[in-house]
């Protein structure tokens, strides 16, 4: 089984620019996450998709980063513009099941992708 | 609120020795799920287990092994004969029935020397 795929895995811009990750989960997981790492801390969910639908986006600084989720499928989430502090690991993740559909399960990671802000 | 507790922040041991990686939750829920994920150097966050907040068993796979104590509300984890490949750091999660949201602690840095 496929994992969670995710690109690019590196990303370098300057502050001010926009930039854009994508991620496609594993075939047939209802949720999606897009978690935020900063060095040294835990992963902070930014934003949450139950298929195609926001679940959760309490997090999500919406001034500057906009995520959507085609068709319930791959999901892209976008910055614009940069800030300096938005370095961090952006890690994508997929869960099997959503709200009201059962038991949590557990959710798989990609290997994320790594912005610098300078 | 939701929140998880890893207080150690780096753990250092030689091969071969035990060690034991603590984690304190904090939630309102009566029913929630409790999570370990390993971060190795490549980034990706590898789920070793999960528990739900009415199996209090202990459980134990291979090297690996889980104390769950409501009473506590600790979730620890602990690695018999560590190796060099343990090395990496671990995460503790909360989840809350329903919401299917993953509240991670800070993590603990595991360093295992050869």
């Known amino acids: 089984e496929a994992g969670v795929a995710q690109s690019p895995r590196y990303k370098i811009i300057e502050k001010r620019q926009s930039v854009a990750f994508w991620c496609n989960p594993i075939?047939?997981?209802?949720?999606l996450y897009w978690y935020q790492q900063i060095l040294g801390q835990g992963p902070k969910l930014l934003i949450q998709?139950?298929?195609?639908?926001?679940?959760?986006d309490s997090q999500l600084p919406k001034d500057r980063f906009s995520a959507e989720r085609l068709k319930g499928v791959d999901s892209t989430l976008k910055i614009q513009p940069a800030k300096l502090e938005d370095s961090a690991v952006y890690l994508c993740a997929s869960s099997l099941v959503g709200r009201g559909q059962g038991l949590n399960t557990e959710a798989f990671f990609g290997q994320g992708t790594r912005l610098t802000v300078v | 609120a939701q929140k998880v507790t890893q207080a150690q922040t780096e753990i250092s041991v030689v091969e071969k020795e035990d060690v034991t990686l603590d984690c304190v939750y904090e939630?309102?829920?009566?029913?929630?799920?409790l999570f370990w994920y390993k971060q190795p150097p490549s980034g990706e966050l590898v789920f070793l287990i999960r528990?739900?907040?009415?199996?209090?068993q202990n459980e134990i796979s291979g090297r690996y092994s889980w104390n769950f104590q409501k009473s506590t509300s600790s979730f620890n984890f602990t690695i018999t004969a560590s190796q060099v490949v343990d090395s990496a750091v671990y995460f503790c999660a909360l989840s809350a029935s329903g919401t299917y949201k993953y509240i991670f602690g800070t993590g603990t840095r595991l360093k295992v020397l050869a």
């Open positions: 075939s047939g997981h209802a949720t």
């Open positions: 939630t309102r829920d009566t029913t929630y799920y």
């Open positions: 528990r739900n907040s009415f199996d209090e």
């Open positions: 998709f139950q298929n195609n639908g926001v679940v959760d």
